[in-house]
């Protein structure tokens, strides 16, 4: 019997093999908000990501295939809206084999978690990610505080 | 007890994967085609020219690009990561592999695949005799 240990070594090994995939399948299940594996994103809103960076708050937000034109970014106190609109035409004398980019409208807003200055708000577009730096209002800084 | 030993040693040499993978993305597609050429459009936002990768091998188109996200401060929130963008497609023999071209514009990348001369539809003339 134990002349078969080498089949008993690699079901093992199998076992193990499985049991990682599971693991990987898993981790990915419960990365918050990453549940959108493989085929994502398919209402069309982009994804954003958002830091405080201390005086400025900075979003990015995924817009392929927009330019700065179809942008439309409004800002009122901590109220912010960005909205875009793509359109994917066929290119002429091309027949479609497959088509699932799609022309795309879409408005998100936020409400961001302090006050902005609104004048100092700089946008930037760079290979379909969209940057907001919004500088935060003098009011809503962190201040250091001197211990007398 | 020396299997048992074996089976021990065998556990604990077993490939962990400690590398964090970095999470694998489908990018949507359009794809179409003309008598020249197949044309394929990719939403890969964020990827730099030099992370993207298209093979061509025996009939596979693999399209793979890599996102990188520098976020520094405190996230508030967090929907997107690094990414590597990555599909692979089925595509004909008749592709002139040496002249596909790759563009990369807003975050969308056009892959453009001639298809060689002997794909193409040819014209016959009719000879007067």
């Given amino acids: ?148 | 007890m020396n299997e048992q030993n074996q089976v021990a040693t065998r556990e604990q040499t077993t490939p962990v994967q400690t590398a964090k993978r970095m999470r694998v993305v489908a990018p949507l597609v359009d794809i179409y085609e003309n008598e020249d050429e197949l044309l394929l459009q990719a939403d890969v936002p964020g990827v730099a020219k030099e992370d993207v990768n298209v093979r061509v091998d025996n009939g596979t188109l693999t399209v793979s690009a890599t996102r990188r996200v520098n976020g520094d401060g405190n996230a508030q929130w967090l929907e997107f990561g690094e990414a590597e963008y990555r599909r692979s497609f089925s595509v004909p023999q008749t592709i002139a592999v040496d002249k596909v071209r790759a563009e990369l514009k807003d975050g969308v990348l056009t892959l453009h695949l001639p298809k060689s001369e002997s794909a193409k539809p040819k014209q016959i003339e009719i000879k007067a005799v």
């Fill in chain 1, 1 to 148: 019997m134990w002349n078969n240990w080498n089949e008993v070594d690699r079901m093992f090994g199998a076992m193990n093999v499985l049991r990682n995939h599971f693991n990987n399948l898993n981790s990915d299940f419960e990365r918050p908000l990453g549940v959108n594996f493989g085929w994502r994103n398919m209402d069309r809103t982009p994804l954003t990501n958002m830091v405080d960076n201390g005086d400025h708050l900075q979003i990015v937000a995924e817009v392929p295939g927009m330019s700065k034109d179809d942008l439309n970014i409004k800002i009122q106190g901590n109220y912010l809206e960005i909205g875009g609109k793509r359109e994917v035409k066929a290119p002429e004398g091309y027949r479609v084999h497959r088509s699932e980019r799609g022309a795309t409208s879409f408005t998100r807003s936020f409400t961001l978690p302090s006050e902005i200055n609104v004048e100092k708000v700089e946008a930037s577009l760079e290979s379909g990610m969209l940057t907001l730096t919004l500088p935060k209002a003098e009011a809503a800084r962190a201040k250091q505080i001197t211990i007398n």
